[in-house]
């Protein structure tokens, strides 16, 4: 690889190669060490930014990783996007795998309990986990982890504090419907609202004949 021209965007140093356009902090030229329009090996190139983006791209992701737990490939999206390369990313969740602060099993559970405690339906934090990158597999065993009554038991809270809310002479139906709706749009599924429906109005008929 040879390298054409240096130009400065801001803090970014834009190195124009023949073959890529790599973009670098622009204090890394502080010390760079090859010349213009000479033949570079890619390989030293490489080990050379890799030792420029260890440490920071380290501190950067333990930084994230105590704010909350990452799925493997959502960290992996977040240092991409932060500008650190390739090599240098896969060194970084190597270590980190190595040392056990990544595991996906273990943020699945986690995501999965805590999406639960805000009355998320299984459907929906399915679907949450896969855009962060867990395999279906992981998932399922996240879900199967928890209690399957705390999902019903769940929905069946936000049933009633809809109705709490019901306006009055709303349609009976209408209301079911609504109320269907909007356990849905929470990633439950359609027989899991209509049954904590019905638990819900069963519960409030005998409560009127007793």
Do not use: C
Request: glycine share 2%; net charge negative; hydrophobic share 35%.
């Amino acid at each position: 690889m040879v390298l054409n021209e240096i130009t400065y965007n801001r803090n970014v140093a834009v190195l124009n190669f023949d073959t890529e356009v790599i973009r670098l902090p622009k204090y890394y030229m502080r010390d760079f060490p090859f010349r213009m329009k000479e033949e570079i090996d890619p390989d030293v190139f490489n080990q050379w930014v890799l030792e420029k983006q260890y440490k920071p791209a380290l501190d950067y992701a333990v930084s994230l990783l105590s704010s909350r737990p990452y799925a493997e490939r959502e960290l992996k999206q977040k240092l991409q996007q932060h500008g650190y390369r390739e090599n240098t990313v896969e060194l970084i969740l190597y270590k980190l795998n190595r040392h056990e602060l990544l595991n996906d099993s273990e943020f699945a559970d986690q995501w999965a309990r805590s999406r639960m405690t805000r009355n998320i339906g299984h459907r929906r934090i399915a679907m949450e986990l896969k855009q962060k990158g867990v395999d279906s597999e992981t998932i399922e065993q996240a879900l199967e982890n928890i209690d399957e009554n705390d999902e019903m038991n769940n929905a069946m809270d936000l049933v009633r504090r809809q109705l709490s809310r019901q306006k009055p002479g709303e349609d009976p139906r209408k209301t079911a419907q609504r109320i269907s709706a909007m356990l849905v749009r929470r990633g439950y599924s359609f027989d899991t609202a209509r049954a904590a429906i019905s638990e819900v109005m069963e519960e409030i008929e005998d409560d009127m004949e007793s």
